[in-house]
């Protein structure tokens, strides 16, 4: 059974620069949710897709999009990339419904803005 | 709004030695509370859940932790330490309206000493 995977497992862009990472959920799931993680940090949310809609949002700009298809896997986007855009970024996937679900983590992808 | 505060960002144990990991929560809800570990260059693991049931609860790797309401707390512990336990562990917080999306603390990086 493949837990979450994500794509590419390490990334290097330039400022200014758009960024798409890739995630695949858990089989079974159906709800995504990306994470940031800076170094030494806590992971913090950025936004949660189920039923190809953006359910929730965190406190991130607008050049960060995404995207949920039929299948559930799920894209980020960042657009015109800052230095500070450098962190891991984490998906993990869930079984939507109301109750919170425990939320199981792909290994990330580390991107890193020159 | 809901915050997690993790007391200490570097625990060390020798092996064998009880590990305690501090947490305290904030929530205007009855909150659900879980614990992550995350190795290095990995994703996070869910330890253990606290979803309302009982107050104590057992996860993975020997780990338990005991939700108690009246310190707004949710400390990890284990008996004895191993040295495959060292780890940087995560507190997480969600509640019903949130739609499962987490809350983490800052993290707590557990060394263990032979």
């Known amino acids: 059974d493949a837990g979450v995977t994500q794509s590419p497992t390490h990334l290097i862009k330039t400022r200014g620069q758009q960024v798409t990472l890739r995630c695949s959920p858990k089989s079974g799931h159906d709800t995504v949710s990306w994470y940031q993680q800076a170094l030494g940090q806590g992971p913090q949310f950025i936004f949660q897709y189920y039923e190809e809609e953006e359910r929730q949002r965190g406190n991130f700009p607008d050049r960060f999009s995404g995207h949920q298809f039929p299948n559930y896997s799920s894209e980020l986007n960042v657009n015109a990339l800052l230095l500070g855009d450098s962190a891991l970024y984490l998906c993990?996937?869930?079984?939507?419904?109301?109750?919170?679900?425990?939320?199981?983590f792909g290994d990330g992808t580390r991107l890193s803005i020159l | 709004a809901q915050s997690v505060t993790q007391l200490g960002s570097h625990v060390s144990v020798s092996e064998g030695a009880l590990v305690l990991l501090r947490c305290n929560y904030s929530s205007s809800v009855p909150p659900y509370l879980f614990w992550y570990v995350q190795y290095p260059n990995q994703g996070l693991q869910l330890l253990l859940k606290?979803?309302?049931?009982?107050?104590l609860v057992k996860g993975i790797n020997g780990f338990e932790a005991e939700f108690k309401k009246s310190e707004t707390s949710f400390h990890l512990t284990k008996p004895s330490a191993h040295m495959s336990d060292a780890a940087e562990y995560f507190c997480?917080?969600?509640?019903?309206?949130?739609?499962?999306?987490?809350?983490f603390g800052k993290g707590t990086k557990l060394s263990v000493k032979p």
């Open positions: 993990a996937s869930s079984l939507g419904g109301g109750a919170p679900r425990p939320q199981h």
């Open positions: 606290y979803t309302s049931a009982a107050t």
């Open positions: 997480a917080v969600s509640d019903l309206g949130s739609q499962g999306n987490l809350i």
